[in-house]
């Protein structure tokens, strides 16, 4: 499984719905399961920032990653980018390699 890092921005009026954010956050989830259902989530942030929301999580494949981000902007975010992400250990390996 590879680690992967989403970023998502949701649009103004879905952001608007801080009453509501926990059902949408729920329903959003439910259909990466069922979409998804090899991916592993291992961590969820709320931000303060550009962005509104941090996800890591682990999938078999870049594919199945997009498919991730394409969940959120079909369900209200306006940016949804997953980040490949490398753990340094490996990183310091493949940079012996260069």
């Known amino acids: 499984m590879q680690?992967?890092?989403?970023?998502?921005?949701?649009s103004p009026d879905v952001g608007r719905q801080v009453k509501d954010r926990e059902q949408l956050g729920r329903a959003w989830l439910e259909q990466v399961k069922q979409k998804c259902p090899e991916v592993k989530f291992i961590?969820?942030?709320a931000l303060l920032g550009p962005y509104d929301f941090l996800d890591i999580y682990e999938a078999p494949d870049a594919e199945t990653a997009a498919k991730?981000?394409?969940i959120g902007m079909?369900?209200?975010a306006i940016q949804a980018e997953s980040w490949t992400?490398?753990?340094y250990k490996r990183f310091l390996e493949l940079s012996e390699e260069i």
């Open 3 to 10: 680690t992967f890092v989403l970023m998502t921005k949701l």
């Open 43 to 45: 961590a969820h942030y």
């Open 68 to 70: 991730v981000s394409m």
């Open 74 to 76: 079909a369900n209200g």
């Open 85 to 87: 992400a490398i753990p």
